[in-house]
């Protein structure tokens, strides 16, 4: 059995068509229809469909200021099922933003229920929450039902639906827009609605106001979250120059200062679109993977007011140096990019610099003001026409009343009698008898040349380009004072604007808690780092066959410099040793130091410190301690050795006189002036030998005499007259009593 074919359209509906072609075009159908019918905001009233859509159906409702709430499952269905054909769901949620302070600036819709919070949480369903325009919602429906936009069918073609609002404030910057369209997108910030004006009044006068005016009047954008915008004024001339670029925002905090030094830090505003039970949440897991060493903890103790608690690690921590911290890392600072990319008067898409758009609400506006003026002239025009009528059946009352009452065809007998238009006597048989008993001929005449004087002021009006814009520059002015700081608080202008604030260095030192250590070696090369200040003659434990040989006290935040006999330099932070309770561990697992050397000298890094580093064949220099500090594990090539040479001694500066003893048990003092300054190399000769090397090296002050330590006792010579030479001499056997280990220490 074969299937029905069938019936084919027109012949005229039949093309042969590459199939790329097709698809070509039906995409960029698509493309457009998502452009200019969902996605991106109309410069003239600043709203999407959705959003022109549900304030129509409101006032359809007559959910005006003034009035009662109604549910908002009613006006969503109303806009679904006249107006927007879509899900119930997206366009509630659109009903909710439109409502929420957080969200918007200058809320359309004013919502009784739960309609979500800024921590997130979902509104309550609909069917629960209720909703009426505010007055900023009221403002940009102003005039629309004298004539002043265009109207289009439905999608079912069963009613009709405005193209665009009359809008009496900028919306498109008062309440910013968003949105996401095929190969484009939207990106405007809210701003304060008073500078707005101010900004529009100044654009009449000055047509050709510069952008860097402009920015004068409007300084950048005002979120409704407030915050702290950090950006210098040419980046944001620039960004409203060219009609993209970004702004960064900051959270807003205060000190809290509490007893004992302590402080807890809170924050009272955050950045815009920034949830805060995530914000907090981050905040928490970043605590806990110890990427904000200088927090101790979060708190959340926000009611109607934000109130986030921030506490410090400790009262020595920097609270500027912690909320940098907060800034790097949380989105305590976000960034809102700018993208004035909105659809113009002809529905095309474009990305417009501030004048622009400015200038296209201005033009809007004039065009409204147009047509509610013909609009009005022609309803004087009608209305005098009438009481025109009413007139002549006041003068001829009873006649009138007479053809009413007696006449078949009284509309034909009023205009033949009485010379009436058919307007006219419509009117006149429209009104009830007892109105025609109460008709005067002074209120009727009184009314006549009231519109009559007022339709010579718009016919003025419509013939004066000058004064067409000074009453558009009035009507703007009104809207400044009726949403100024003044009339109400919720008005005034939240996001402070500052500088970019300069970089704060943030030394490592900050990220580490401040505590006292004991920084102890071995002979054998095992490190640790004691908590407190141990007493050298403390107990300390060591493997078997292991001693002591460096000991010192310092900081958590201090710096280890490691001196070996390759010639290099290694640095090890405090706080990353290992603890003090078991025999700590190997150095040579912290820095790359092989077997076959040794460490020569341990130091806690000084700026400023200077250092006589020396090698076995009797070679050495000074270096400062800025150019010995290694960033890497291989640690810093300073004293340059080869062969069997090896660095053997290194002592700090001090004092005006070098002593040197080598192997073969010689001294030599000299003057510390013969000694270079250098950053690396070989260095100089201190010493001659003939045989051995040189065993190890000391700074002194001549005056004061050379000691050494002899078990444990400090020996002191001050007749040195014997030793003094110069550099590169090979020096006298030492005084009686020069400890047997050629050491000075």
Not at 424 to 429: D, K, R
């Amino acid at each position: 059995m074969n299937a029905p074919t069938m019936p084919l359209g027109p012949a005229g509906d039949i093309r042969d068509t590459r199939l790329a072609d097709a698809i070509s075009e039906r995409y960029l159908s698509y493309a457009l229809s998502i452009i200019m019918s969902r996605s991106l905001p109309d410069v003239r009233d600043g709203l999407k469909p959705v959003h022109r859509r549900l304030l129509y159906a409101m006032r359809q409702l007559k959910l005006d200021p003034d009035q009662g709430f109604k549910k908002c499952a009613r006006v969503i269905g109303d806009v679904i099922g006249k107006y927007h054909p879509h899900g119930d769901q997206s366009v509630y949620n659109a009903l909710v933003r439109l409502a929420q302070e957080f969200a918007v600036r200058y809320p359309l819709v004013d919502g009784q229920g739960n309609f979500g919070n800024i921590d997130g949480d979902n509104p309550a369903a609909m069917r629960y929450t209720e909703a009426r325009m505010t007055e900023v919602a009221s403002a940009i429906l102003e005039g629309i039902d004298e004539d002043s936009v265009d109207f289009r069918e439905t999608y079912d073609g069963e009613d009709k639906e405005p193209i665009v609002m009359p809008s009496a404030i900028p919306n498109l910057l008062a309440n910013g827009a968003e949105g996401i369209a095929v190969g484009m997108a939207s990106s405007i910030p809210p701003h304060n609605l008073e500078e707005l004006c101010t900004a529009l009044i100044h654009l009449i006068k000055f047509p050709n106001a510069t952008i860097g005016k402009l920015v004068e009047l409007i300084p950048g954008p005002d979120f409704p979250t407030g915050g702290i915008l950090v950006e210098d004024k040419e980046v944001i001339t620039a960004a409203y120059k060219t009609g993209r670029g970004g702004f960064r925002v900051r959270a807003r905090w205060e000190l809290e200062k509490l007893g004992h030094g302590q402080y807890h830090i809170i924050i009272t505003e955050i950045p815009y679109q920034v949830q805060k039970s995530r914000l907090i949440e981050k905040i928490a897991e970043l605590l806990l993977a110890r990427r904000l060493p200088l927090l101790n903890d979060v708190r959340d103790e926000s009611a109607e007011d934000i109130r986030v608690v921030l506490e410090p690690k400790n009262r020595t921590v920097e609270p500027e140096m912690l909320m940098e911290q907060m800034y790097k890392l949380t989105e305590l600072e976000s960034r809102f990019s700018l993208n004035m990319n909105v659809l113009d008067a002809d529905k095309t898409p474009k990305v417009m610099n501030l004048r622009e758009v400015l200038s296209a609400f201005l033009d809007h506006r004039h065009e409204v003001l147009m047509r509610r003026t013909k609009f009005r002239l022609r309803k004087i025009e009608t209305r005098m026409e009438v009481l025109e009528g009413y007139l002549v059946a006041y003068l001829n009352l009873d006649e009138v009343i007479r053809i009413i009452r007696e006449e078949d065809n009284a509309k034909a007998s009023l205009t033949k009698k009485f010379d009436l238009t058919e307007n006219q006597a419509e009117a006149v048989l429209n009104m009830r008898l007892r109105s025609l008993r109460k008709l005067e001929e002074i209120e009727i005449k009184g009314e006549h040349d009231s519109l009559k004087k007022e339709r010579a002021g718009l016919n003025k009006l419509i013939k004066d380009k000058k004064l067409q814009w000074k009453t558009i520059s009035a009507e703007i002015a009104a809207i400044k004072k009726k949403f100024s700081g003044k009339a109400n608080p919720a008005y005034k202008r939240r996001t402070e604007i500052t500088s970019a604030p300069k970089v704060i260095d943030i030394p490592v030192d900050a990220f580490i808690e401040k505590e006292p250590v004991t920084v102890i070696c071995s002979e054998k090369g095992w490190i640790k780092a004691a908590k407190g200040h141990v007493e050298p003659t403390a107990e300390v434990k060591y493997k078997d066959g292991d001693g002591s040989k460096f000991f010192m006290h310092a900081e958590t935040t201090d710096k280890i410099l490691i001196f070996a006999t390759n010639g290099r330099f290694y640095t090890i932070p405090c706080d990353k040793m290992p603890g003090g309770r078991g025999f700590g561990e190997p150095v040579r697992l912290m820095i790359d130091l092989g077997n076959e050397h040794d460490i020569v000298g341990l130091f806690l890094y000084k700026p400023g410190v200077k250092y006589l580093a020396a090698s076995s064949t009797g070679r050495g220099f000074i270096v400062k301690s800025e150019d010995v500090m290694a960033q890497t594990r291989g640690g810093k090539q300073i004293l340059n050795v080869k062969g069997e040479d090896e660095a053997v001694a290194i002592c700090v500066v001090e004092g005006d006189s070098v002593a040197v003893i080598g192997e073969n048990r010689k001294l030599l003092l000299f003057p510390l002036d013969e000694v270079p300054e250098m950053t690396r190399g070989r260095g100089v000769i201190l010493q001659r030998y003939k045989d051995g090397g040189l065993a190890d090296v000391k700074t002194f002050t001549k005056a004061d005499g050379l000691s050494w330590k002899t078990g444990d006792k400090t020996r002191t010579e001050t007749d040195l007259l014997a030793w003094d030479g110069k550099r590169a001499q090979a020096g006298r056997l030492p005084p009686k009593g020069f400890s047997r280990t050629n050491k000075f220490s």
